[in-house]
């Protein structure tokens, strides 16, 4: 049953409900993300039910999303735009750093505070509609929602830069070869394609998925040494666990899935 949250929707799917599709609601404004929407993100994934495994966030309409609701920007002064970027910030680390890995399933705009959400994914699918811009930097602004941190690990400061000072629009090729999607489909088909993505994601052992969720981006930010060591304590847990066990036994037995060339 469809949980709706003002312009967010909620479907749990799967024969275990293991799959979260949340739906940014709101096409009429192109998705744009208002502080309430903003903040309906944010306790979706704080109250995630606990049969979920995966998730996928995708836009209803012709875009994923416009990014920040410019009309709820004019009258703040510099102390509500401090707070209002911090809230961003939790909000979106709910999604990077909370309780499931999330694909994203781009169409259409993915654009300033859009692609900050984007970002804030573990896997993004671009259909071949998408487009991906920055245009903070020809409104007078600068991005807010963690995309200055989170943007440059996809493509490296260099080319946010460039979108940022130069107004450039990257289209789904361009934006999958640079890095800001790892999956580019056929118009219309990123959704289906996300969705596989995440029941496939869901099928894993829960605690390999939380070492990558929770450590590799930590380990990325370590000095070589630091990673090393936060590594090998990782990979003890996760080996640990008796779910580890009995897929290695499975395939030592001959029960387990080989790896295949796609
Ligand atoms: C909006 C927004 C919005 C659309 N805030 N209302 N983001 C931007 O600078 C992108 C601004 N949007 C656009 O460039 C275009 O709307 C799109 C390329 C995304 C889509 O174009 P299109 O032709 O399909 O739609 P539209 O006719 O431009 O917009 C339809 C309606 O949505 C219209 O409202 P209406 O009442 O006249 O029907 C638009 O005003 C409204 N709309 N985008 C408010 N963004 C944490 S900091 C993040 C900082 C940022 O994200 S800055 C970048 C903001």
Redesign the pocket.
């Given at each position: 049953m469809p949980i709706q949250t003002n312009d967010l929707t909620i479907e749990l799917r799967g024969d275990q409900q293991q799959i979260a599709l949340i739906t940014l609601n709101r096409p009429?404004?192109?998705n744009?993300l208002n502080d309430g929407l903003v903040l309906a993100l944010r306790d979706v994934f704080q109250g995630m039910p606990h049969s979920v495994r995966a998730a996928v966030i995708h836009g209803n309409g012709?875009?994923f999303c416009?990014?920040?609701?410019?009309?709820e920007l004019s009258e703040r002064n510099a102390a509500a735009g401090l707070h209002h970027?911090r809230m961003?910030h939790h909000a979106l680390d709910q999604v990077e750093r909370g309780p499931v890995p999330v694909v994203a399933a781009l169409h259409g705009?993915v654009?300033?505070?859009?692609l900050?959400l984007a970002s804030a994914c573990h896997i993004r699918v671009a259909d071949a509609s998408s487009f991906f811009a920055l245009?903070?930097g020809s409104?007078g602004?600068f991005?807010?929602?963690g995309g200055s941190v989170r943007i440059p690990r996809l493509i490296g400061t260099a080319r946010m830069a460039d979108m940022m000072f130069t107004g450039r629009v990257l289209s789904a090729e361009e934006g999958e070869r640079s890095g800001l999607a790892q999956y580019l489909v056929p118009q219309g088909t990123a959704l289906d394609k996300a969705l596989e993505l995440a029941t496939r994601i869901a099928a894993n052992a829960p605690l390999t998925n939380y070492a990558l969720m929770q450590a590799l981006p930590r380990i990325a930010e370590q000095p070589a040494d630091h990673g090393f060591f936060t590594e090998a304590l990782i990979s003890a847990i996760v080996q640990d666990a008796p779910e580890a066990k009995a897929r290695v036994r499975e395939f030592l037995e001959g029960r387990g899935p080989k790896v295949k060339k796609q």
């Open positions: 009429s404004k192109r744009a012709d875009h416009a990014g920040l609701d410019l009309s970027s961003w705009a654009v300033g505070g859009g900050e245009p903070e409104r602004i991005v807010g929602g």
